[in-house]
């Protein structure tokens, strides 16, 4: 079973750029697509982007394409998120978890919920 907990949160202004990571642990982590949602405050959780168990294919929100860059490092059982550009919208929780389901956006289709990082950005 993976475990995954985030870091890199933090304050931005807007345009700035933030790194976010997701440590994980347990066996065999190059064998889950690990994907990152956002949760804003009066808002339901929405996907943001996800990436296969082998970092070949990545999957988008449209509102970050162009922005963000999700990435994984297996040896480091890691995925991060490179955000750039950042607006105040993009103010979140940001989770990072691992899919099970088939549906790449939608939340059901994930576990092992990490415990969330806060990204504030100001304009």
């Known amino acids: 079973q993976v475990r995954l907990v985030e870091s890199g949160g933090g304050r931005a202004q807007a345009g700035g750029s933030l790194r976010l990571s997701c440590a994980a642990s347990?066996?065999?982590?190059?064998?889950?697509?690990i994907g990152w949602f956002r949760q804003a405050p009066g808002k339901e959780r929405e996907f943001v982007a996800a990436?296969?168990?082998?970092?070949?294919?990545?999957y988008y929100a449209d509102s970050v394409k162009g922005r963000f860059t999700i990435s994984r490092d297996n040896a480091e059982r890691a995925v991060y998120l490179q955000m750039n550009s950042l607006r105040p919208e993009d103010t979140a929780v940001y989770y990072c978890?691992?899919?099970?389901?088939?549906?790449?956006?939608?939340?059901?289709?994930?576990?092992?919920w990490g415990q969330g990082t806060q990204v504030t950005v100001s304009s």
């Open positions: 990436i296969t168990g082998n970092g070949v294919r990545t």
């Open positions: 978890a691992s899919k099970f389901g088939t549906e790449v956006t939608l939340s059901s289709s994930y576990r092992a």
């Open positions: 347990g066996l065999f982590f190059s064998d889950y697509d």
